[in-house]
């Protein structure tokens, strides 16, 4: 297991309320990446429309981090398009999400991330679009 460094203030406000913060660690954050270990609860496993939802707010809380963190001042975000494609059915308690900021422009961002379980198996890949919002009135 690799160490983990503490959870990203910006992770925490964008955290989806179906993560489980102490089950969550932040293997390595930069501006353009981001890696979290996730242990879900294994409640979640036994209801797949559960399951599939708890890695949807993984990734989007990841992608969603990634975004607000390279915000301009007076600038918001709101995701537009979430493109999901759930690989691999069978539950896995221990998650990987593998999050990149891919284009960073004036008025939208694009993500990508990817789920692993704890046999390094893509489960999941989401892409995602922002629009970047001038906050000021």
Same mark, same amino acid.
């Given at each position: 297991?690799?160490?983990t460094t503490p959870i990203d203030p910006l992770l925490q406000i964008a955290l989806a309320p179906w993560v489980q913060v102490e089950r969550l660690q932040q293997v390595e954050r930069s501006a353009q990446h981001i890696t979290l270990d996730l242990c879900l609860a294994?409640?979640?496993l036994q209801h797949p429309e559960h399951y599939a939802h708890s890695l949807h707010a993984l990734a989007g809380s990841a992608m969603s981090c990634?975004? @607000?963190?390279?915000l301009q001042p007076g600038f918001t975000q709101r995701n537009?398009?979430?493109?999901? *494609?759930? !690989?691999?059915? @069978?539950? *896995?308690? !221990?998650?990987?999400?593998?999050?990149?900021?891919?284009?960073q422009g004036r008025s939208v961002s694009f993500t990508e991330a990817s789920l692993?379980?704890? @046999?390094?198996i893509v489960i999941a890949h989401y892409q995602g679009t922002y629009a970047l919002l001038s906050s000021v009135q």
């Amino acid at each position: 297991m690799t160490a983990t460094t503490p959870i990203d203030p910006l992770l925490q406000i964008a955290l989806a309320p179906w993560v489980q913060v102490e089950r969550l660690q932040q293997v390595e954050r930069s501006a353009q990446h981001i890696t979290l270990d996730l242990c879900l609860a294994p409640l979640l496993l036994q209801h797949p429309e559960h399951y599939a939802h708890s890695l949807h707010a993984l990734a989007g809380s990841a992608m969603s981090c990634l975004v @607000e963190g390279a915000l301009q001042p007076g600038f918001t975000q709101r995701n537009v398009a979430l493109h999901a *494609s759930l !690989i691999h059915p @069978e539950p *896995s308690q !221990i998650v990987q999400v593998q999050a990149k900021l891919c284009r960073q422009g004036r008025s939208v961002s694009f993500t990508e991330a990817s789920l692993y379980n704890d @046999e390094n198996i893509v489960i999941a890949h989401y892409q995602g679009t922002y629009a970047l919002l001038s906050s000021v009135q």
